[in-house]
């Protein structure tokens, strides 16, 4: 296993560390694994909590700022976080306006956050919750019942956020969070699997000449494997699901995220932006918005994710609103 | 060879193609593969260039836009770009009150900018040229004659746009980067190769137990290599090296640039970031800014790099002032 760590088992508060080293306008609580705004709670706005397990950065702490995420609970790799994190996460950003969980659709991620949810509701705070599901790939998955969370989780965060920073209320919020996640649609793929530190060798085998379609971020079963191919095809075999699923050319454009996996270089997600818009194009979805780069990763796989989001021109504005976070930012 | 690609001749091309369609606020000349702010020239601005080989995005097409570069150049894999191409980006952003080229000191990048910088004389537009050469690691390389330019780069860019953007005349410009560059030092490490895709394998042979530190950002031998280490140890032999060529205790504070090599998780670069800012406290130099991720890289290489840059009031002004580009943007 070639990586830059000194402990498998302490990984994740080794990296929180620096976190809060490189990042003074953070509050990390390293007892509770949570990352927290420092002027936190915003009293009378909502604020809004993610997390879930390591390994997906920048999501979720990376996305912790005005504008965005009030809290995030950082759990081990791949492993849910656990409900007193989430708690304390919850706790922190209470501005007395309510907090809005958001949570990617893995069973120990909506089981803890639900449980958390309880105790801050005894705790006297109104919480709601978000459950993210836009892979297209498996209804299924040794991870979860029903689709799994992924790329379309950083365009819940960042609107919701920006309707939070408007002092929207939390019904509001929350309607707006699902809609994002109802318009949302993702497909990924893994040319390598990754390596979790603890276990110190790849989490499944993929032949030299093979890659694997509709991969999950931990590495789980995707669809099919099939020989390598090239990236007119793999963008294909990306789109046309989530084409199939839902019918985006009715809306007032989309936007088109294309994500890297952990070790894809930028130039190889540009590329496949060009072969994505340009399918999309032919399908008559009109593209308003764009994000290239590595946001919701899975360790060190090499590979990438498509995710298409329908927007109309209030998303539009939601989605340009100011940001200011260690991985997303603009305007402020 | 595992990438995500059409046809290793033509990858430079068509990832600039995902560039223009993900990013209307540039003009991309795909004939001249020269990236330009859409808004170029600037009447009565310097203007900024910059370029070199591809392969270490987002460097540079992805620092171009408001704040930092007026254009960037793109190379083939690894490659110097030619005169001609770095004449049209001279003259797209000559807006009269002559353009800085940044080159990073690669023996071809600075022969092929000084060719283009006479032509440019002779078209009437007067050019100024800044070299960068921030690595300690080693004095002469298979690519160069004294020093590489790497992480710094990335530094000068942002600085000198930033005083280019306030109008400040061409002699100040290119004073204030060549400062920068005195002041910045960088180290790399690799923990595997990368694979230029028109080679199809990888560059040179890592054992599984084995890094190398002191890499270059093409894959260029560096000092050594050594039996893998802990990610202390690592960050040890990467600050060494730095603190003894350049005494940092003295400055206002330094700039520290954790920088990822194309393949290495973000998880992993704050981790080093931990590691490497805790040295340089108990070495007495305080930290005044920071950035960390994946800007200055070597295609698929998993590794790091150190760039520390000492700083006064100035500098951090502006270092902070607002910047609008795809990879770095804030205040705007």
């Not at 694994?33 to 397990?53: H, I, M, N």
């Not at 609970?73 to 976080?81: I, M, R």
């Not at 099939?226 to 789109?239: C, T």
């Not at 454009?253 to 032919?282: C, H, I, K, W």
Request: aromatic fraction near 4%; charge should be negative.
């Amino acid at each position: 296993m070639k990586k830059l760590l000194n402990d498998p088992a302490t990984v994740v508060v080794d990296a929180l560390r620096g976190m809060a080293a490189a990042h003074p306008e953070l509050r990390v609580d390293l007892e509770h694994r949570v990352v927290v705004r420092a002027d936190a709670p915003s009293q009378g706005r909502v604020g809004l909590v993610s997390g879930g397990g390591s390994g997906h950065e920048p999501l979720h702490a990376g996305f912790v700022g005005p504008g965005m995420l009030d809290a995030a609970c950082a759990g081990e790799v791949f492993t849910s976080p656990v409900p007193d994190q989430i708690l304390a996460a919850t706790t922190a950003v209470d501005g007395g306006a309510g907090v809005l969980h958001i949570v990617k659709n893995y069973t120990g991620d909506v089981m803890n956050f639900e449980m958390a949810a309880e105790f801050a509701a005894d705790n006297g705070t109104e919480v709601a919750c978000v459950v993210i599901d836009d892979d297209v790939a498996v209804q299924d998955s040794t991870w979860t019942a029903g689709r799994r969370g992924v790329g379309a989780t950083l365009v819940v965060e960042k609107i919701a956020g920006a309707a939070a920073a408007q002092g929207r209320p939390l019904a509001e919020v929350a309607q707006l969070a699902r809609r994002v996640n109802d318009e949302g649609r993702s497909m990924g793929m893994a040319l390598t699997s990754c390596t979790v530190p603890a276990v110190g060798h790849p989490t499944f085998d993929l032949a030299e000449n093979q890659m694997e379609i509709g991969i999950g971020i931990h590495g789980e079963p995707g669809r099919r494997r099939v020989p390598l191919a090239s990236a007119a095809e793999v963008a294909a075999m990306l789109v046309e699901p989530i084409l199939a699923d839902r019918d985006f050319a009715g809306a007032d454009g989309v936007l088109l995220f294309v994500n890297g996996m952990g070790a894809t270089p930028l130039m190889e997600l540009y590329l496949m932006y060009d072969q994505v818009s340009a399918l999309l194009d032919r399908a008559g979805v009109r593209v308003a918005r764009s994000l290239v780069g590595s946001y919701v990763t899975s360790l060190d796989m090499a590979g990438c994710s498509v995710t298409v989001v329908g927007l109309d021109d209030r998303l539009i504005g939601l989605w340009d609103a100011p940001v200011c976070t260690p991985a997303l930012r603009w305007g402020a």
